[in-house]
């Protein structure tokens, strides 16, 4: 059965992790791979939702409906997409690294007789997306993570040259 994989370590509570990824109306501001086609729909178990992939930034977006399959909170997320010989698994599962640290893995498996006629010409890009997805979902959420711990220690925005305030990005999650 042909699959792709990823995964990333990302220095943030699982929690934070879980918010960020079955929050699909706030994709928008972080995720370039998968887009919420629907934001009145969430993640049910046994619910189809509404989304569309571009596997290339620069590509069209395909839209799909997949099953959710499983919704385990805080562990793990699967749909199955399917059209007449071709069916897509894919998973997001969350592990446990210490402290303030998530492993992320997202898996894609692909069955069914067309699978191997579409592969050949999806497989590259499907893989681009997904660790272009792992990527943005560990910064977005190192962000938002590191936000916070400022916050909780009260620090506020570091001035900027002109006198204004901005948030300061954060590149080096890392540091704190």
């Known amino acids: 059965m042909p699959s792709l994989y990823t995964d990333i370590e990302i ?3 699982r929690a934070a992790v879980w918010d960020a990824l079955v929050r699909k109306d706030q994709w928008r501001f972080w995720n370039t791979y998968l887009y919420d086609g629907d934001p009145t729909i ?4 046994g619910r189809e939702v509404f989304l ?12 799909f409906e997949p099953l959710i399959t499983l919704v385990q909170p805080e562990v793990c997320l699967r749909w199955l997409a399917h059209m007449p010989g071709f069916k897509s698994e894919q998973v997001f599962e ?3 690294l210490g402290p303030n640290r998530t492993k992320y893995i997202h898996r894609e498996r692909f069955t ?3 699978s191997r006629v579409f592969l050949p010409f999806m497989r590259q890009d499907e893989k ?12 977005y959420v190192e962000r938002q993570a590191y936000r916070e711990y400022r916050q909780r220690r009260g620090e506020r925005s570091r001035p900027v040259r002109d006198g204004r305030s901005r ?7 890392s540091r704190y």
């Open 128 to 139: 681009l997306g997904i660790k272009r997805m792992a990527f943005q979902l560990k910064r």
């Open 52 to 63: 569309l992939v571009r596997r290339l930034e620069e590509d069209e977006s395909t839209a």
């Open 167 to 173: 948030e300061r990005p954060y590149d080096r999650p």
């Open 11 to 13: 220095n943030a509570p």
């Open 94 to 96: 969350l592990q446990d």
């Open 112 to 114: 069914g007789f067309l």
């Open 42 to 45: 969430p993640f049910h178990q």
